[in-house]
Nanobody
Framework: QVHVVESGGGSVQAGGSLRLSCVAS??????????MSWFRQAPGKEREGVAA????????YYHNSVKGRFTISQDNAKNTVYLQMNNLKPEDTAMYYC??????????????????WGEGTQVTVSS
């Protein structure tokens, strides 16, 4: 089966930075997805799309709340997608999930559009 694994979460103070990583692979083979996306879910809130990347061309999309602060990127050689998060705010605190393989690639795409999900990595931003 396909496994999606996130890493890089942690606890930082407001204004700090973190870089999340996501790797999708399966059955001993590298798994390629045309669309990779980061979601987040804070306690008591719905899961929301944060950023997405159309991997063949590198087109990126962002939720308005993170534009100018977060950057999604890819390293095809490592089959890895990153989310660089700068100037973190307390409201960014959430479990961050990596999702792979959606028919439509955009921020706000339904969770159900993504075929594979990671278990999440926690990001905590203190004031």
């Amino acid at each position: 089966q396909v496994h999606v694994v996130e890493s890089g979460g942690g606890s930082v103070q407001a204004g700090g930075s973190l870089r999340l990583s996501c790797v999708a692979s399966g059955s001993g083979h590298t798994y390629y997805s045309n669309c990779m996306s980061w979601f987040r879910q804070a306690p008591g809130k719905e899961r929301e799309g944060v950023a997405a990347i159309y991997t063949p061309g590198g087109t990126t999309y962002y939720h308005n709340s993170v534009k100018g602060r977060f950057t999604i990127s890819q390293d095809n050689a490592k089959n890895t997608v990153y989310l660089q998060m700068n100037n973190l705010k307390p409201e960014d605190t959430a479990m961050y999930y990596c999702a792979a393989d959606s028919d439509y690639c955009y921020v706000g795409a339904p969770e159900s559009d993504f075929r594979y999900w990671g278990e999440g990595t926690q990001v905590t931003v203190s004031s």
